[in-house]
């Protein structure tokens, strides 16, 4: 497995006609910023560290970010690499308003990356859009497991989705597992 170093040094080295094409082939990425993603990463050693700021730290050093980006909380945007310092957490965990965006932008494969469940109102709405596309789920929440809800969602998108548990405690596996995720993202399509 090439680690994040090696794949930012492979695409430096590509012409800015190549970056995008990469760029294009990219799975999306769809971000959950709900009023959750305002507490601390860990309240034991970093109590002044948010999820959101860790995620923004994180995706800072991800390059190339793909072409299509979503926030999701009570309301979902797209949102560009420009958009991510200015993020901030508020509202419910409504996903099925940025699968909906993610569809009419003709997006097949998605990274979720979410710390908890979403809004009871807005289940049945997410497993209908989610039946065409593959969603790699990283869970970044405060359990030991993906929650229920989550793995469903799983079962119930196209062949190739999965869920998986991360720690946010730990910045450089979870940049490498994104950016592993969005360089290999261009086998399904």
Same mark, same amino acid.
């Given at each position: 497995?090439?680690?994040?170093?090696?794949?930012?040094?492979?695409?430096?080295?590509?012409?800015?006609?190549?970056? *995008?094409?990469?760029?294009?082939?990219?799975?999306?990425?769809?971000?959950?910023?709900?009023?959750?993603?305002?507490?601390?990463?860990?309240?034991?050693?970093?109590?002044?560290?948010?999820? /959101?700021?860790?995620?923004?730290?994180?995706?800072?050093?991800?390059?190339?970010?793909?072409?299509?980006?979503?926030?999701?909380?009570?309301?979902?945007?797209?949102?560009?690499?420009?958009? /991510?310092? #200015?993020?901030?957490?508020?509202?419910?965990?409504?996903?099925?308003?940025?699968?909906?965006?993610? /569809?009419? #932008?003709?997006?097949?494969?998605?990274?979720?990356?979410?710390?908890?469940?979403? #809004?009871?109102?807005?289940?049945?709405?997410?497993?209908?859009?989610?039946?065409?596309?593959?969603?790699?789920?990283?869970? /970044?929440?405060?359990?030991?497991?993906?929650? #229920?809800?989550?793995?469903?969602?799983?079962?119930?998108?196209?062949?190739?989705?999965?869920?998986?548990?991360?720690?946010?405690?730990?910045?450089? *596996? *979870?940049?490498?597992?994104?950016?592993?995720?969005?360089?290999?993202?261009?086998?399904?399509?």
């Amino acid at each position: 497995m090439e680690t994040n170093n090696t794949l930012v040094k492979s695409t430096q080295n590509l012409t800015l006609t190549q970056r *995008l094409k990469l760029r294009d082939r990219m799975p999306c990425l769809i971000l959950d910023i709900s009023g959750s993603m305002c507490k601390a990463v860990d309240e034991n050693i970093e109590p002044d560290v948010s999820k /959101i700021n860790k995620l923004k730290e994180i995706l800072k050093s991800i390059n190339p970010l793909p072409r299509f980006m979503y926030t999701f909380s009570s309301d979902s945007n797209r949102v560009s690499p420009s958009d /991510i310092q #200015d993020i901030k957490p508020n509202g419910s965990t409504v996903l099925s308003n940025a699968l909906s965006l993610a /569809i009419q #932008d003709n997006q097949n494969h998605c990274i979720l990356i979410t710390d908890g469940e979403v #809004d009871p109102y807005d289940r049945d709405k997410s497993l209908e859009l989610c039946k065409n596309l593959i969603i790699d789920i990283i869970y /970044i929440g405060p359990d030991s497991k993906v929650p #229920d809800f989550l793995t469903l969602l799983v079962k119930n998108c196209k062949q190739g989705s999965f869920a998986s548990k991360a720690d946010l405690a730990s910045p450089n *596996l *979870l940049t490498e597992k994104i950016q592993l995720l969005l360089t290999q993202g261009d086998q399904y399509k």
